[in-house]
């Protein structure tokens, strides 16, 4: 590898641009891989410029220099957050920027490795997994994985879940790196071109891995997007139950359109999280509404509702709304959305933040996994946000969701990059598990999205619009389902053990110069 110091063990200030021009190019590298721009190949070339950013420095120095790579990368990533406030943006990129400095330190340790791309490619897991726990429950938006929904990388996800996908293009980007940083006349042209063939083996490898079969059996779901009046943090507007209105009204457009032939009848029906404004428990005029546009279409119909919980909570709810005998079997939110759902350190932060009073009354999580029996299918419902949570869609499928139903509520975010992130997480998703999509979505985007992770249908953003899709009911679990996270865990122990042996290797050659 080329000595970049000077024999003072400063390096020339020509070198520490280079290293900060390469982790800022990688770091925009890696945001154009993530929707909505979609650049998957980006991925792997942004993490072995950021790599090449980090090689052969010493970890303080890495650590700032993670740290400003990771500002370039979630800055315009995030960007979603902005309608809540910039505040709170930047605070929320400079807290998760501090996981990247800390795994650009250790990563400075384990280059010092043999077969270091490997060891780099197990930090990166363990940095996700950290990011995804801490603090107050952690923030797995911006995986690497999720910018590979629909790419040569996707198919990992079903061996080892998103952990595995982002370990994989990891490791490709760090074989890149180390194919660019090989001296080739010191140790070998072969030397440059084993790690180079290596990389490119990483992602085709995947066309290899044979994919679940077709089990016959389909069931007819419709979708319900029903808009709201205003945008932002206002978006439910002014007038009581609008939201509600608009969601009823368009489930009685698509009863009608079933009606006049122009769509097939749906076994089904699967409406937004946040569909009715009003707690449908308590107040007679809600409830009717939704009884009255229920048994418009005919079937058992998934509704979601924000219900209150005693005196002073709330839960974010999944209801099955049966046409003759009303609400019956339910699922609460586990991942609640801090800030948005409830508030963290509620007496401090409301005493410096007025936004924080937004959230008023207190959700509680739920406790127990999303299978629901809907009309003649069990789906696996999961609310918005908890998406991004492994364990959250891992759970839901192994209770016995045949059917992934994501019901989302993204008004609040509407235009921003969030929409096309949370897709790209449902089609990931439907990879790991085997399992279609159906998803709603308040304001878009809703979508159907096949076992294979295609989508075969989607909605437009800010319009009223539903549908009926013929989506085929899986059983058979993939690897991933099946182990869960030991290979999150397996590669998060091979990346802390190496990064350990190099700081011991190195304090023992430390030990040693001083006795000499």
Known sequence: MPKTARPDGVEPGRVLWARVVAGVVGGVALYT????????????????????????????????LGYLIALVFLLPTLAWVRPIGDDVWLMLVATESVFYAAMAALAALVFRLRAWPLWFGGLWVAMEWARSQVPIGGFPWARLAFSQSESLFTQYAALGGA???SFAVAVCGALLAYAALVRPRAEGVWRRAV????????????LALPRPGDEGRTVNVGIVQGNVPGRG??????????????????TKRLAQAVREGKLPRPDAVVLPENSTDIDPYQDPYAREIIQDSVRDVGVPTLIGAVVAIGEDSRATRSLVWDPVTGPGAYYDKQHLVPFGEY???KEIVLALWERASLVGRQSVPGDKPGDLKLGPITIGAVNCYEVAY??????TVRAGGTVLAMQANNATYALSNLPTQQLAMYKLRAVEHN????????????????PDGKVSWQTRELVADMNVVKVPVRTQETIATAVGALPEWALMVMG???AGAAAWRGRRRGDRMRNE
């Open 390 to 395: 492994d364990d959250t869609v891992r759970g």
């Open 435 to 450: 399992r279609a999509v159906v998803a709603a979505a308040t304001t878009g985007i809703s979508a159907y999205i096949r």
């Open 195 to 206: 790690p180079a063939v290596l990389a490119l083996a990483v992602p085709v490898l995947t």
């Open 33 to 64: 891989a993530f929707p909505s721009l979609n650049w998957w190949p980006a991925a792997p070339i942004g993490v072995g410029l950021i790599v090449a950013s980090l090689y052969g420095t010493r970890p303080r120095r890495a650590a700032w």
């Open 233 to 250: 943090m206002g978006f439910l507007g002014d007038e009581p139950a609008v939201v509600l209105k608009n969601h009823a009204n368009e």
């Open 496 to 498: 802390a053990a190496a």
């Open 343 to 345: 508030t963290p350190f």
């Open 163 to 165: 952990p595995l996908v």
